[in-house]
């Protein structure tokens, strides 16, 4: 039988009421382990919903729309969700706008990002009818011309603006420096409004900015929408109406408890306001990272602990493919033991089975004492988590489960080995190009 904490679910696992294991959402996540095999993800519903709320609450007043950021949480358990609470989807392929209108969220609140959008995929959300195209160049933007005048429908677009703002953030999620492959200066989308009513299928009325990922402070943001606010202005009195701005994403979490101070959802509004306080159009927000990262959590078990001449390494049987993030971005996760055994502390290096030197959590960790068999919690898995994974060296993909105030759903079920190989076959039918 799970237990219930004695507080209420919250971004945090916390120890059940005997003090014993932790618990996530009221889920006692020793138990749960003992029945799905590690490792696994595993999201807190009441997590996600609170921080959707916070961030509906900072936004009270205004025409905003939030559209999650599909590419940090794909799950369609975890769209559903976000679906139930009114909020669309921030897409950058035709898969995840199907996984979105799966999961039930109307066309009209789906945006189609990314510098990448090819014909078949531009087409396809044309078909559909999504809410509005941000537009990255101008190859794209007379891509979008051409294809909605062969449907016959128009296009609302928005330019991807690049403010040339440092974002503060790890260089491979830094988006909105000149030097980076995302937007269009604002001199080139100056040209593209000059010429909008060329567009005879193509309602250029929208501005996008978008400066990067895991953002901790609120500067870059104030600077960046001071410089679309600038340019919106500029463009109003010159007779381009401007009915839609969408403001991006970006905004940071809590990976070092104690080091990472998160900028608050109601400051981050604040300065949206600020910076647009006459504008009397839409807005859209992006935010992925912000509504499910620190709602999930990795448990993975301990296979041994090996010495080492200089250290000694603590091997788990989740890896790098569950997780990308430390091995890609050298990113910082909390891990805890699940267990309040009183052990004394030993230092590790915490690694995974996989067969590279980047399979490594953390270096130099301290924790309690470990041995084969334990379950530790890897915190703030919620995104880019089961997102980026893969399957290298033949692992399947984990298991992923929703929490929900004292119960649990398996929403989706660890890989089978024949789904891994489901589209290889031998070579049996040659044939010449």
Request: aromatic share 6%; proline share 5%; with cysteine.
């Amino acid at each position: 039988m799970f237990t219930q904490t004695s507080r209420p679910a919250a971004q945090e696992p916390v120890r059940n009421a005997d003090g014993e294991s932790l618990a996530f959402d009221g889920v006692d996540l020793e138990q749960l382990a003992q029945r799905i095999p590690t490792p696994f993800h595993a999201y807190s519903a009441s997590a996600i919903r609170q921080r959707i709320g916070s961030l509906q609450a900072a936004l009270s007043g205004l025409d905003a729309t939030i559209c999650f950021a599909v590419k940090a949480n794909p799950n369609l358990a975890i769209l559903q969700l976000m679906a139930n609470a009114g909020v669309g989807a921030d897409i950058v392929s035709v898969g995840e706008m199907r996984r979105s209108l799966h999961a039930g969220m109307p066309p009209e609140r789906i945006v189609f990002s990314g510098v990448g959008k090819s014909a078949d995929e531009i087409a396809g959300a044309l078909t559909v009818g999504i809410h509005r195209f941000n537009v990255e160049s101008h190859d794209e933007l007379l891509t979008l011309q051409h294809l909605a005048e062969a449907q016959g429908v128009t296009a609302r677009a928005a330019v991807r603006i690049n403010p040339d703002v440092d974002a503060h953030t790890h260089a491979k999620i830094s988006t909105g420096k000149s030097e980076n492959k995302f937007g269009v200066s604002i001199d080139e989308a100056r040209r593209w409004f000059a010429e909008r009513r060329r567009l005879s299928h193509v309602q250029l009325d929208g501005l996008h900015v978008h400066i990067g990922s895991q953002i901790l402070t609120l500067e870059p943001f104030r600077l960046a929408l001071q410089r679309v606010a600038e340019f919106w202005r500029e463009l109003e009195q010159d007779g381009h109406p401007i009915t839609s701005i969408d403001v991006g994403g970006g905004l940071g979490v809590c990976y070092r408890a104690g080091v990472d101070q998160p900028v608050a959802a109601a400051d981050y509004v604040n300065v949206i306001r600020e910076a647009l306080a006459d504008y009397r159009g839409k807005l859209l927000l992006e935010p992925g990272r912000y509504l499910v990262a620190e709602a999930g959590v990795l448990l993975t078990r301990v296979i041994r602990v090996k010495p080492g001449i200089e250290r000694q390494f603590l091997v788990l049987d989740a890896a790098m493919n569950d997780l990308q993030r430390p091995s890609l971005y050298d990113a910082w996760h909390d891990i805890v033991p699940v267990s309040n055994a009183s052990r004394p502390l030993t230092t590790y290096d915490i690694v995974g089975p996989v067969c590279e030197t980047g399979d490594t959590f953390a270096r130099g960790r301290e924790l309690p004492e470990c041995a084969a068999g334990d379950l530790l919690l890897i915190k703030a898995t919620g995104a880019y988590g089961t997102s980026m994974a893969s399957t290298y060296n033949s692992r399947p993909l984990a298991a992923e489960v929703l929490l929900n105030q004292g119960r649990y759903a398996l929403v989706r079920r660890r890989q089978h080995f024949e789904e891994m190989i489901a589209g290889e076959q031998p070579a049996r039918h040659w044939e010449t190009a």
